[in-house]
């Protein structure tokens, strides 16, 4: 049977990318390529953590990837639309297969040239067989346990601009026959403005089995006040595959993070990315120390470090929307 493992067992490797496209990213080009960069040293931990693997696409891209990461990754050319890997890259099994699945822009937002050839491309150069699956899924709208359970929102996967005849049910019957999962744990809505439509990477996260952090809310004035209270109120109400109830653990979240036009952008201290050593943190605001604080007696034998993500966010995401691991 299909088995994911859970992010925090062992990994092989961690596959990313590099901002390639200046057409995309504009004047946030060299600040992403930055944090990417910096993200990329900290999971690499000087030889002692994950072998980084990074596409980039065209020679000025693995140019300066090359120039900017030297031994702390193995830069691989390869075309992509933009770096959203957990979105557009493979899931990996246990048994080394990778798992693809249809893409479509989030809903047609956002689609670009070779997007839905990253799959099978970073399957190819895995060395892992590869099996397509026919439905739309993005890997950032799944959070799972290695255990069996599987949390996600109704506001993404049964969002009529992905599979458009999705019910509960029948969204349950292909993730537990794809993902080889035995319960599906469910929460309503995602972020205000986040264009995945509620991504559960930027909600809510397993840590360790029978336990999932959630945000506090920065104060009333947070923009997702209300939809962070109902959150922590529907875990605490939850019980994962193996019948345990959950412990839900909350750290603040970053509380008003606004565009240019001052608009509130999802910014979300959730989509952290656990490597072999490291604990990647995005932090945008006064509370990253916080959030920091709180994560790091969560992962005992790993530092948990926070790096600013706020050039990256204004591409749609943060360390984990741009990662996948590949387990060992």
Same mark, same amino acid.
């Given at each position: 049977?299909?088995?994911?493992?859970?992010?925090?067992?062992?990994?092989?490797?961690?596959?990313?990318?590099?901002?390639?496209?200046?057409?995309?990213? #504009?004047?946030?080009?060299? !600040?992403?390529?930055? @944090? =990417? /960069? &910096?993200?990329?040293?900290? +999971? $690499?931990?000087? *030889?002692?953590?994950?072998?980084?693997?990074?596409?980039?696409?065209?020679?000025?891209?693995?140019?300066?990837?090359?120039?900017?990461?030297?031994?702390?990754?193995?830069?691989?050319?390869?075309?992509?639309?933009?770096?959203?890997?957990?979105?557009?890259?493979?899931?990996?099994?246990?048994?080394?297969?990778?798992?693809?699945?249809?893409?479509?822009?989030?809903? #047609?937002?956002?689609?670009? !040239?070779?997007?839905? @050839? =990253? /799959? &099978?491309?970073?399957?190819? +150069? $895995?060395?892992? *067989?590869?099996?397509?699956?026919?439905?739309?899924?993005?890997?950032?709208?799944?959070?799972?346990?290695?255990?069996?359970?599987?949390?996600?929102?109704?506001?993404?996967?049964?969002?009529?601009?992905?599979?458009?005849?999705?019910?509960?049910?029948?969204?349950?019957?292909?993730?537990?026959?794809?993902?080889?999962?035995?319960?599906?744990?469910?929460?309503?809505? #995602?972020?205000?403005?986040?264009?995945?439509?509620?991504?559960?990477?930027?909600?809510?996260?397993?840590? $360790?089995?029978?336990?999932?952090?959630?945000?506090?809310?920065?104060?009333?004035?947070?923009?997702?006040?209300?939809?962070?209270?109902?959150?922590?109120?529907?875990?605490?109400?939850?019980?994962?595959?193996?019948?345990?109830?959950?412990?839900?653990?909350?750290?603040?979240?970053?509380?008003?993070?606004?565009?240019?036009?001052?608009?509130?952008?999802?910014?979300?201290?959730?989509?952290?990315?656990?490597?072999?050593?490291?604990?990647?943190?995005?932090?945008?605001?006064?509370?990253?120390?916080?959030?920091?604080?709180?994560?790091?007696?969560?992962?005992?034998?790993?530092?948990?470090?926070?790096?600013?993500?706020?050039?990256?966010?204004?591409?749609?995401?943060?360390?984990?929307?741009?990662?996948?691991?590949?387990?060992?």
């Amino acid at each position: 049977m299909t088995t994911i493992p859970a992010e925090w067992q062992p990994h092989k490797a961690i596959w990313t990318a590099w901002p390639s496209a200046a057409d995309l990213w #504009g004047e946030d080009l060299e !600040p992403a390529r930055a @944090e =990417v /960069a &910096a993200m990329i040293r900290a +999971l $690499a931990d000087g *030889g002692k953590g994950d072998k980084m693997r990074v596409l980039a696409h065209g020679r000025e891209a693995e140019a300066t990837a090359k120039l900017a990461l030297g031994q702390n990754a193995e830069i691989i050319p390869g075309a992509f639309g933009d770096i959203w890997f957990r979105d557009t890259g493979p899931i990996f099994t246990a048994d080394g297969q990778a798992l693809g699945f249809k893409f479509n822009g989030w809903g #047609g937002k956002y689609q670009l !040239p070779h997007d839905d @050839e =990253v /799959a &099978a491309r970073v399957a190819l +150069l $895995a060395g892992a *067989g590869f099996k397509q699956n026919d439905f739309i899924l993005e890997g950032g709208a799944i959070e799972m346990d290695g255990e069996g359970t599987l949390l996600t929102t109704r506001q993404c996967l049964l969002n009529p601009n992905r599979n458009a005849h999705w019910t509960e049910e029948g969204a349950e019957v292909a993730l537990k026959k794809a993902l080889g999962v035995t319960k599906i744990l469910w929460l309503d809505e #995602g972020l205000a403005n986040d264009h995945t439509d509620g991504h559960i990477d930027n909600l809510a996260r397993f840590v $360790a089995p029978g336990k999932v952090v959630c945000q506090a809310p920065f104060g009333r004035e947070d923009p997702n006040f209300e939809v962070l209270e109902e959150i922590a109120l529907s875990l605490a109400a939850m019980s994962d595959a193996a019948g345990r109830k959950l412990e839900v653990i909350r750290i603040p979240s970053p509380g008003v993070v606004v565009d240019e036009d001052d608009d509130p952008i999802p910014a979300s201290h959730m989509n952290f990315l656990i490597g072999n050593s490291t604990v990647v943190v995005p932090i945008y605001s006064g509370s990253g120390d916080d959030a920091v604080n709180a994560l790091a007696p969560l992962f005992p034998g790993r530092k948990v470090v926070g790096l600013s993500s706020h050039a990256i966010l204004t591409g749609g995401g943060s360390f984990h929307c741009i990662t996948q691991q590949e387990p060992a």
